[in-house]
Structures are given as structure tokens and as C-alpha cells.
């Protein structure tokens, strides 16, 4: 039966744009941005360390984020409540 697993995403930085074809390679690539030269890869969970050390092996990457989705607060429901009663 099908397994669903988890996946985080990864901001790849690069020098070039012609080098965002070999990221193919480490994951899904979701997005590139060609004025601002990124792209945004999808890995799975237990191997996001792995690739992000790769990743800043390699010459033709400037800068490799990790996604933090995971710790912002994503309770929207009386935020403004929640804001007042800690300002009091």
C-alpha cells in the first residue's frame, strides 16, 4: 500500500542559473527563480541533512536554508486574543 512520508523543503542558492539542472540529481525541484537564482527543492525528512551537506559541498551553490514551516506556530485562531492578554 502507498506510504505517505515526510518531505521538507530546501532554498538552494546558486551562482548560476545554467547549474540549477544538476539539483535534479539531490530532489524534486518545485520552483526556480531566475532573476534571484534559487530554487526551492523537496527532500524527504531523514535525508535532509544529508543532501544539505552535499549541497554546500559543491561549487556551483552559494547558500543551502532549510525550511522552518515546521517550528512557526501555525494556530491562527485568536492570535489577536492571544496578543492582547499577554500585553495586559
Do not use: C
Not at 505517505?4 to 527563480?33: A, F, P, Q, W
Not at 559541498?57 to 517550528?71: L, N, Q, R, T
Amino acid at each position: 500500500m502507498f506510504e505517505k512520508k515526510e518531505r521538507t523543503s530546501l532554498t538552494v542558492y546558486l551562482h548560476y542559473n545554467r547549474d540549477s539542472r544538476k539539483l535534479n540529481h539531490y530532489g524534486d525541484m518545485i520552483y526556480h527563480s531566475k532573476r534571484l537564482r534559487y530554487v526551492i527543492l523537496y527532500v524527504n525528512v531523514e535525508k535532509a541533512e544529508e543532501v544539505m551537506s552535499k549541497l554546500k559541498k559543491e561549487k556551483f551553490v552559494k547558500k543551502v536554508v532549510p525550511s522552518y514551516i515546521k517550528e512557526i506556530d501555525q494556530n491562527f485562531v485568536g492570535n489577536l486574543w492571544r496578543e492582547e492578554e499577554t500585553i495586559l
